[in-house]
């Protein structure tokens, strides 16, 4: 079996200073705004559309875990929406805004396409690499993944 990956596109993702929920149980809540931001990227264009959010926790074990819902306009003028989740090691405090998330929070993002709108999102395998570019605007880059071949389990 073998598997390929690809860049597939880039989200550029605006966002307004988080909400500090403070402490839940696991860990420490913020809630992130999503107010906007662009898709590029060799195989899908558009806009991120504001209204959406980060519910992140900055967990007890050390963990730092996303979970963002929002939605993208597509240069056709389809909306799609967007969930997408990782869970990484927390940074140290003083690198929040300042940067690479330590450096890179894995993520994996799953699509809502409507019917009429391009399937290949729904049916895809994606992973992304999510970083902070500051307090506002973090960079989720889009890659594909495909399995090659079979597999059977050994009995």
């Known amino acids: 079996m073998t598997i390929t990956t690809r860049h597939a596109f880039t989200l550029h993702v ?6 500090e929920v403070g402490n839940v149980q696991g860990g420490f809540r913020r809630i992130v705004p999503i107010v906007g931001g662009r898709v590029d990227g060799p195989d899908l264009q558009g806009e991120i559309l504001p209204g959406g959010a980060d519910w992140n926790l900055e967990g007890d074990d050390g963990t730092f875990t996303v979970w963002a819902r929002y ?7 389809t909306i799609v929406g967007v969930v997408n989740g990782g869970t990484g090691v927390t940074p140290p405090e003083e690198e929040f805004g300042k940067g690479d998330l ?4 894995p993520t994996k993002p799953t ?13 895809t395998r994606f992973f992304g690499v999510l970083r902070e570019e500051s307090i506002t605007r973090v960079r989720i880059e ?6 090659e071949g079979t597999w059977a389990p050994t009995v």
């Open 111 to 123: 699509f809502e396409v409507p019917a009429g709108g391009p399937e290949w999102l729904k049916e």
């Open 71 to 77: 939605d993208i306009k597509l240069a056709d003028g």
């Open 102 to 105: 330590a450096p890179a929070l």
């Open 142 to 147: 889009i890659h594909r993944w495909d399995l």
């Open 14 to 19: 605006d966002l307004l200073p988080p909400t």
